[in-house]
């Protein structure tokens, strides 16, 4: 007699399907990366800048500070 249940049958299935999908997924966007480094550089270069201005206003306007960094945290995302 079998222990797995139909439904921890779908369970272990829908699990590989969704770890399957996001190996691809994976997989497309380091293509992508190793295909068109100019953008990856050009969105470090972006960060870095906003990074390196939200250390130079940290001192004086901590808030603003703070939303750049938090803008920095999000380029690439899209």
């Not at 994976?26 to 190793?34: G, I, R, V």
């Not at 201005?53 to 999000?74: C, E, F, G």
Request: aromatic share 2%; hydrophobic share 50%.
């Amino acid at each position: 007699m079998s222990t797995l249940t139909p439904s921890s049958v779908s369970t272990v299935s829908g699990g590989l399907s969704g770890a399957l999908k996001a190996f691809i997924g994976e997989a497309s966007a380091l293509m992508e990366a190793l295909l068109s480094p100019g953008k990856i550089l050009g969105e470090v270069e972006q960060m870095r800048a906003l990074l390196v201005a939200a250390n130079a206003a940290q001192a004086t306007d901590p808030a603003r500070a703070a939303a750049l960094r938090t803008r920095a945290s999000r380029i690439g995302l899209n």
